[in-house]
């Protein structure tokens, strides 16, 4: 069975400190991993992997993947109170499937 | 450019009744997923819709039924409704013909309660 599970589940960080967010996959055939970011209700898109070793940055986030190990982290850099949401994992296989499975998610609380 | 947009936003049923909810997907996308989030989990796949057909189906009983219409929108029917199905039921869109089309755009999802 696929599994996709984040750690830690929850996190409380004050601003400015640097958080960083774990996800590890057990998938067959893996295709891609995608973290979003949820802050109400809808799932905000930030990034895609597919290669390993691969940095993605966009501003103080940033994402890497490990194809060997099998997992993904998420940083953010100088947490403001805007970061706080639920950071979701998903992972995308081939031949064929278009699903997303996701992680349970990381709950960010940044106080300031 | 809109976004996904669905309604309605919020839904009270009772246990029995039949509920349906909708989804447009965004400008330019031609298909439609859909994923019911219960608290404090993440998003689970229910199917997604591609050419009006059903392309693939997560692990739901059939009382969960969908449809794509022509103009690429979608809705979610939920008959026999259970208290169990008390969730969020977010809808993503995505674009087949795109080098990232894995990556799916989710709309604020409809918050259905089952009393």
């Known amino acids: 069975e696929d599994k996709v599970v984040q750690s830690p589940l929850s996190l409380v960080v004050h601003e400015g400190d640097t958080v960083t967010l774990n996800c590890s996959y057990e998938v067959t055939n893996f295709r891609s991993l995608l973290w979003y970011k949820q802050e109400k209700k809808a799932p905000t898109f930030l990034f895609m992997l597919t290669s390993s070793g691969i940095e993605k940055k966009s501003g103080r986030l940033s994402s890497i993947l490990d194809k060997k190990e099998l997992f993904s982290i998420l940083n953010i850099t100088a947490t403001q109170t805007g970061d706080s949401a639920i950071y979701l994992c998903a992972v995308v296989k081939g031949a064929g499937s278009y699903q997303l499975t996701f992680g349970k998610g990381t709950k960010l609380s940044v106080i300031p | 450019d809109a976004g996904v947009t669905q309604s309605p936003t919020h839904l009270i049923k009772t246990r029995g009744q039949q509920v349906t909810l909708r989804c447009s997907p965004k400008s330019g996308h031609d298909t439609v997923s859909w994923y019911q989030q219960a608290l404090g989990q993440g998003p689970q796949f229910i199917f997604q819709?591609?050419?009006?057909?059903?392309?693939q189906r997560g692990n739901f009983p059939d009382r969960f039924s969908g449809h794509q219409f022509p103009n690429y929108s979608s809705e979610l029917n939920v008959n026999a409704l259970l208290l169990g199905d008390s969730a969020l039921y977010l809808c993503a869109s995505s674009w087949t013909g795109s080098l990232a089309k894995n990556i799916q755009y989710f709309g604020a999802g409809t918050r259905l309660s089952v009393l």
């Open positions: 819709y591609y050419e009006e057909e059903e392309r």
